[in-house]
T-cell receptor, first 112, second 110 residues
Framework: NAGVTQTPKFQVLKTGQSMTLQCAQD?????MSWYRQDPGMGLRLIHY???????DQGEVPNGYNVSRSTTEDFPLRLLSAAPSQTSVYFC???????????FGSGTRLTVV | EDQVTQSPEALRLQEGESSSLNCSYT??????LFWYRQDPGKGPEFLFT???AGEEKEKERLKATLTKKESFLHITAPKPEDSATYLC???????????FGTGTRLTVIP
């Protein structure tokens, strides 16, 4: 099993550009989530989904959109990139939101 | 304010020198406490879940314990390959997600 696959691994954007971070899992997990990780701060939840067609906001949702059209995929869209969105982004999945998560390997995003 | 605090921020051990990492929490209605290991440039890797005070879980040189206010991750006779950042996270009643601490960066010197 591949687990949770994130693409791309690295990305540099200019301020104002938009892009989509891809996340796919092959474990048939219902729960998926996006976190960002910044130095000196814990992982912070951006958006999450408890199943196909159902999404909700986390702790830091501003500037990001998500959709969940299939169980497998949960893309994260940056609408208009800002330097404050420079971070490492992790996608995670689990069969339930209060169980152990499987994380992807991350996308390191730099906004200049 | 609900909080998860990990200490120390960084820890350097000689190979074979046992020690403990601490995760203290002030959340109400704890439903689970999680330990993860994160290697540089990689995503966190799930280690343990603890659900109630007094519970213990073990995996190789690692042993996690839980009380009503904190959890310890004991590392017995560590090896250099145990070097990583160890993250603690909690799930509380009514929450939508795990809440993570900032981690302890462990370095084991040969």
């Amino acid at each position: 099993n591949a687990g949770v696959t994130q693409t791309p691994k690295f990305q540099v954007l200019k301020t104002g550009q938009s892009m989509t971070l891809q996340c796919a899992q092959d474990m048939n997990h219902e729960y998926m989530s996006w976190y960002r990780q910044d130095p000196g701060m814990g992982l912070r939840l951006i958006h999450y989904s408890v199943g196909a067609g159902i999404t909700d906001q986390g702790e830091v949702p501003n500037g990001y959109n998500v959709s969940r059209s299939t169980t497998e995929d949960f893309p994260l869209r940056l609408l208009s990139a800002a330097p404050s969105q420079t971070s490492v982004y992790f996608c995670a999945s689990s069969y339930a939101r209060d169980k152990g998560y499987t994380f992807g390997s991350g996308t390191r995003l730099t906004v200049v | 304010e609900d909080q998860v605090t990990q200490s120390p921020e960084a820890l350097r051990l000689q190979e074979g020198e046992s020690s403990s990492l601490n995760c203290s929490y002030t959340v109400s209605g704890l439903r689970g406490l999680f330990w993860y290991r994160q290697d540089p440039g990689k995503g966190p890797e799930f280690l343990f879940t603890l659900y109630s005070a007094g519970e213990e879980k073990e995996k190789e040189r690692l042993k996690a314990t839980l009380t009503k206010k904190e959890s310890f991750l004991h590392i017995t006779a560590p090896k250099p390959e145990d070097s990583a950042t160890y993250l603690c996270a909690v799930f509380q009643t009514g929450a939508n997600n795990l809440f993570f601490g900032t981690g302890t960066r462990l370095t084991v010197i040969p």
